[in-house]
């Protein structure tokens, strides 16, 4: 099964004062280009999930998505997007990551692929917590995505839900694979995991 790659990211990062999360430095490049790094080698495609201009991303390569809709309706119209170009490659399922999580496991998509039975969600869980934006996405669900935006649903983790959802635990470390930066102090905490403070 052909199996292309979204991330996620067109939040607003409202809790680090509107800061475009993707161009946040992390060491030596921003941390989309640590994401990418980690997540390009596990699918047979890669895309971005943004709004705004997408000459920002050029640089690296990648089909650059926005919300069917203006507005911003979160995650979920992002997955969408994913969706819709996913269908366009001939793809069987969308992976989503989100860009604030640069230390998701290698073998992500792999094992998400693995423990899903067809036409059902899988997503990633880390000592008892799910992660709804790591997850693997079958493109039989998109209609069901354009009814759910249109009733007003929100809720990435419920919509899966709906659709028959796979919770794929993920073993545990001293350091939690799906860390996200939500703030400029979990930024540090992510230089300081890879080794260099400040």
Do not use: Y
């Amino acid at each position: 099964m052909k199996i292309v790659g979204l991330v996620l990211a067109g939040g607003q990062g409202r809790r680090m004062g509107g800061a475009d999360k993707a161009f946040l430095p992390l060491v030596t490049r921003p941390l989309i280009a640590q994401v990418l790094a980690r997540f390009a080698p596990q699918v047979d495609a890669v895309a971005i999930s943004a709004n705004g201009d997408p000459a920002r991303f050029a640089v690296f390569g990648c089909a650059v998505l926005p919300d069917r809709e203006p507005g911003f309706a979160g995650p979920l119209a992002g997955v969408l997007a994913g969706l819709d170009w996913a269908l366009h490659q001939g793809a069987g399922a969308l992976a989503t990551v989100a860009v604030d999580t640069p230390f998701f496991p290698l073998d992500m998509v792999a094992r998400l692929a693995e423990a899903r039975p067809d036409g059902r969600v899988a997503m990633a869980q880390s000592a008892g917590r799910l992660h709804p934006t790591c997850a693997l996405w079958p493109v039989g669900v998109q209609a069901s995505l354009v009814a759910a935006l249109s009733a007003g649903e929100r809720r990435v983790a419920r919509f899966a839900e709906a659709q028959g959802l796979d919770r794929v635990a993920f073993g545990k470390a001293d350091q939690d694979p799906f860390f996200n930066i939500n703030a400029f102090a979990d930024l540090e905490v992510a230089r300081l995991r890879l080794g260099a403070p400040g």
